[in-house]
């Protein structure tokens, strides 16, 4: 798979019914987990929030909603995040009408660069407490747990929080199973498996620098007509280029495969996910 987000600013929002599951579901999980430590030890909600590979702004969306829904006031402060200045501005321009004091901001979410962005942005008072979230943008790192730890942990300080959710490598297993069947290669982005996010040995390597919350996997799948409608969703929400890979007749063979599998078992665009919510940990709580 290639990148092509910025092209698909404007398709993204229709196409993207699996990730807009996600989002409401990371941020109701969120949610719980703040909401359960509110008023606890004088824990505050966040009122700054970092959205990193923001797109078009979903997960920011059903944050401010929830709030809204819940009657608490909307955050202080909104940083949107994303490589592709068309999604930074799609999510910019949906944000303005909630009103909250929001900035877009262009740059890799994954690199040293983007803490050297946004710090100089963040409310610098501890009675601001912040929130970094992250829906459907980590699995395009190579390292997910590195990008925690290295670059979005380095903008939370102590009892501050982390929520992200990353579509996982249970997903797409009827394209999968097409491609096999159509004896063709997969071009399919590598999604990290649940264990490699939240298991045992991935905690431990968070530990030295969150306390654990709470995480779980979920299905996101949505129905499909076909195999084009399948298809056809990749490259609406950007995750691959316009021009396919595939010969002509290639094409033709996946796409009888897939409306095969389809129409054998649910006929899906099959979705999973893998989320968590972690607490930045002060440097005297680091297990020793
Ligand atoms: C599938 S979209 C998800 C968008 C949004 N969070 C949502 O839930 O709908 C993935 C987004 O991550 C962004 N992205 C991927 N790699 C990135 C990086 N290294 N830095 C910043 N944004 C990145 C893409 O530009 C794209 O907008």
């Not at 030890?41 to 979903?58: E, Q, S, W, Y």
């Not at 501005?89 to 009408?97: C, F, I, K, Q, T």
């Amino acid at each position: 798979m290639t990148l092509s987000f910025g092209a698909a600013a404007s398709t993204y929002d229709t196409a993207a019914r699996p990730q807009r599951l996600a989002a409401s579901r990371l941020v109701a999980e969120a949610w719980h987990s703040i909401s359960a430590a509110c008023g606890v030890d004088g824990v505050v909600r966040p009122d700054g929030v970092i959205d990193f590979g923001c797109g078009t702004g979903l997960v920011a969306t059903a944050w401010l909603e929830q709030l809204q829904a819940q009657g608490q006031p909307l955050p202080r402060q909104l940083l949107l995040v994303d490589q592709a200045p068309e999604m930074v501005e799609r999510a910019v321009e949906r944000l303005r009408a909630w009103q909250c004091p929001q900035q877009g901001m262009v740059v890799d979410a994954f690199a040293d660069a983007a803490v050297e962005a946004l710090v100089p942005l963040l409310a610098p008072e501890a009675s601001h407490p912040r929130l970094v979230l992250s829906s459907y943008a980590l699995q395009w790192s190579a390292a997910p747990l590195e990008v925690l730890k290295t670059v979005w942990g380095r903008l939370l300080r102590p009892g501050e929080w982390l929520a992200v959710a990353v579509p996982d490598d249970r997903s797409f297993a009827v394209l999968r199973a097409a491609l096999a069947e159509a004896d063709l290669p997969s071009h399919l982005l590598a999604l990290p498996a649940s264990d490699a996010l939240i298991g045992a040995a991935a905690r431990s390597t968070l530990a030295d620098g969150f306390a654990w919350v709470d995480g779980g996997c979920f299905a996101n799948g949505v129905p499909v007509a076909s195999a084009l409608d399948y298809l056809r969703h990749f490259t609406r929400i950007g995750a691959r280029s316009g021009r396919s890979r595939y010969s002509r007749g290639q094409l033709t063979r996946l796409c009888r495969c897939l409306d095969q599998q389809l129409s054998a078992g649910a006929a899906e665009l099959d979705y999973h996910s893998t989320w968590m919510v972690l607490r930045r940990l002060s440097p005297s709580q680091v297990p020793g």
